[in-house]
């Protein structure tokens, strides 16, 4: 756990899905991910998923997501297995990362795979620690404010978003640095930030 934070590997990820709701029977209709060595993307995930449902038209308009784009792809429980052996037992990053990990533990449940055992961490809050004074910590704020190149019209679309963030977290990792926090194991000290361990 004293591995310093710049220089881990780790997966950044984004699911897109059919609602907000995993227990009440939403389902990823995508996951979008990079794997992040030394600040620097070397390998990518990205999988459209057939829920095996028509979408809600207020999905199909966020996310451009069509149910013609789905039909003939993998099923959850294909991809979230093929997903997990691809992440390994890395840690993982998402933006508001309950939402994510909520449909990941819902997938493990559903399948019998078992329980998510990865430390994930949560880019909302560490923006909410870093950047304490400012309103606003979603990811079309954040891209502003870390100076990162940003297409609105590909934003909710897995891979993208996955991009967008780990990004963002790149820099953010610096900011830590200079506020004395500079492994995994400093990282443990905020459950706000790291929100599974």
Same mark, same amino acid.
């Given at each position: 756990?004293?591995?310093? =934070? ?6 950044? #990820? ?10 009440? +029977?939403?389902?990823? $209709?995508? $996951? +979008?991910?990079?794997?992040? %060595?030394?600040?620097?993307? $070397? ?12 979408? !809600? ?6 996310? +451009?997501?069509?149910? /013609? ?6 099923? /959850? /429980?294909?991809? &979230? *297995?093929?997903?997990m052996a ?9 933006? !508001?990362?309950? #939402?994510?990990?909520? #449909?990941?533990d819902n997938?493990?449940? *559903?399948? !019998? ?12 809050? @560490?923006?909410?620690? =870093?950047?304490?004074?400012? *309103? ?30 780990? =990004?963002?977290?790149?820099?953010? =990792?610096? %900011?830590? /640095? @200079?506020?004395? &926090? *500079?492994?995994? +194991?400093? @990282?443990?000290?905020?459950? #706000? &930030?790291?929100?599974?361990?």
């Open positions: 756990m004293n591995n310093n =934070l710049i220089d881990m590997t780790y997966v950044v #990820f984004d699911l897109e899905t059919t609602g907000l709701y995993p227990n009440s +029977g939403d389902s990823m $209709i995508e $996951i +979008g991910a990079v794997k992040i %060595k030394d600040g620097k993307i $070397i390998d990518r995930y990205d999988e459209l998923i057939n829920p095996c449902v028509p979408l !809600n038209l207020d999905i199909v308009k966020i996310t +451009g997501i069509t149910d /013609e784009m789905l039909k003939n792809k993998r099923t /959850e /429980e294909e991809c &979230i *297995k093929d997903f691809w992440v390994g037992d890395l840690p993982m990053v998402a933006h !508001n990362a309950k #939402f994510d990990v909520s #449909f990941i997938a493990y449940s *559903k399948y !019998n795979l078992g329980k998510l055992s990865n430390i994930v961490i949560d880019t909302l809050g @560490l923006s909410r620690y =870093l950047e304490s004074s400012e *309103k606003y910590h979603n990811l079309a704020t954040l891209v502003k404010r870390y100076d990162i190149p940003w297409d609105e019209d590909k934003h909710h679309r897995g891979d993208y978003d996955s991009e967008g963030t780990a =990004l963002i977290f790149d820099k953010m =990792l610096r %900011k830590l /640095e @200079l506020n004395n &926090i *500079k492994t995994m +194991g400093d @990282l443990l000290n905020y459950p #706000f &930030i790291v929100i599974r361990k």
